[in-house]
């Protein structure tokens, strides 16, 4: 975050700087959390129903279930979507719609700080850096808040809903799995650690380039001017 002009380290403190941001979307934020914890946790429900639809279709072909017991699957199934997908596009709509809100008071805010400022102050940075500056850290403080309020349903109860499930039908099997997993994470924390140095070392490369154009760009104007 920034501290004035100077940018501070944060973490994830600054999603607690947002809070009153928060409260101003407070309650699209909870029916949006409602129906992720709905859709997220009924999110199985299609796998499970759409197998023993199948095996109900099996079962009728061979003679050993009646047509009433293939309704049923079906009708099942359909439900077992219906309660999967309604609360999606309701989590969708109401999360979305506060992420956009929280960016657009921060965009404000912003603005509306940047214009206060002296004068003075505001002529030592060319307009288009300050333009740069609040659109860059409304988009980064956007992009934080929808992995903090999407993601948290989307791929943390998600997760967990699987794993429960995977563990009622087949403890061992599942634990096999985990387990295999777990046993990459390491190997996995090690490529992503050398990926971000690759990283690093491509965007000073890029930075080094862009300041080498601008200094060209600058001597060639002198010289022109001259």
């Known amino acids: 975050r920034r501290d004035g002009w100077r940018v501070v380290p944060a973490g994830m403190t600054y999603l607690w700087d947002l809070r009153p941001y928060f409260r101003q979307v407070a309650g699209q934020l909870v029916l949006g959390s409602l129906a992720g914890i709905v859709m997220n946790t009924a999110v199985i429900l299609p796998a499970l129903l759409l197998g023993n639809a199948i095996d109900k279709a099996l079962a009728l072909e061979r003679g050993t279930a009646t047509a009433d017991e293939m309704t049923i699957a079906v009708l099942l199934l359909i439900g077992g979507t219906l309660l999967t997908e309604g609360p999606r596009i309701a989590k969708r709509w109401w999360l979305m719609t506060a992420t956009a809100r929280i960016r657009a008071n921060l965009r404000a805010d912003a603005l509306r700080g940047t214009l206060s400022r002296p004068l003075a102050d505001l002529h030592r940075t060319p307009i288009g ?53 777990v046993a990459q994470v390491p190997e996995l924390h090690h490529r992503h650690g050398a990926g971000d140095e690759q990283t690093e070392h491509h965007d000073h490369h890029i930075d080094g380039i862009a300041l080498v154009e601008k200094q060209r760009v600058q001597r060639d104007h002198h010289q022109d001017r001259a």
């Not at 860059?136 to 499930?165: M, N, P, Q």
């Open 129 to 181: 850096d300050q333009m740069a500056r609040i659109v860059g850290d409304v988009e980064v403080l956007g992009v934080g808040v929808r992995e903090f309020t999407i993601e948290t349903w989307d791929t943390v109860l998600f997760s967990l809903s699987f794993l429960v499930a995977m563990f009622v039908m087949g403890p061992g099997l599942s634990l096999l799995a985990v387990a295999a997993v």
